[in-house]
Nanobody, 124 residues
Framework: QPQLVESGGGSVQPGGSLRLSCVAS???????IGWFRQAPGREREGVSC????????NYADSMKGRVFISRDNAKNTVYLQMNGLKLEDTAVYYC??????????????????WGKGTLVTVSS
């Protein structure tokens, strides 16, 4: 059964850092993987996406310069390093697997496998 499991969320102060992990099982790993987030009362939005090879990455404007996505294909794992966290980064962060073009556009409908999410709370 296709599965994605996120970890690494937690509570940090503004300016802090976290590294999220997303481990895949039960499906072909050679697919694009994206990170999305949903804050309370807001729609889900894309954060970052990596191609199947890891050679292509893109980032939401709100996160550029503060996050870095990487993948270890030997471990079926994608990481999201987040630095300089802000109060408005508080959200549940999800990883998803799917179509390369959909991932690059942060198009939810093109992502076929979703994790259950990990909560990131930024507060002072």
């Amino acid at each position: 059964q296709p599965q994605l499991v996120e970890s690494g969320g937690g509570s940090v102060q503004p300016g802090g850092s976290l590294r999220l992990s997303c481990v895949a099982s039960g499906f072909s790993w050679h697919t694009a993987i994206g990170w999305f987030r949903q804050a309370p009362g807001r729609e889900r939005e894309g954060v970052s996406c990596t191609s199947s090879s890891g050679d292509s990455r893109n980032y939401a404007d709100s996160m550029k310069g503060r996050v870095f996505i990487s993948r270890d294909n030997a471990k079926n794992t994608v990481y999201l390093q987040m630095n300089g966290l802000k109060l408005e980064d508080t959200a549940v962060y999800y990883c998803a697997a799917g179509d390369t073009m959909a991932c690059a556009r942060f198009d939810d409908d093109g992502m076929s496998v979703w994790g259950k999410g990990t909560l990131v709370t930024v507060s002072s």
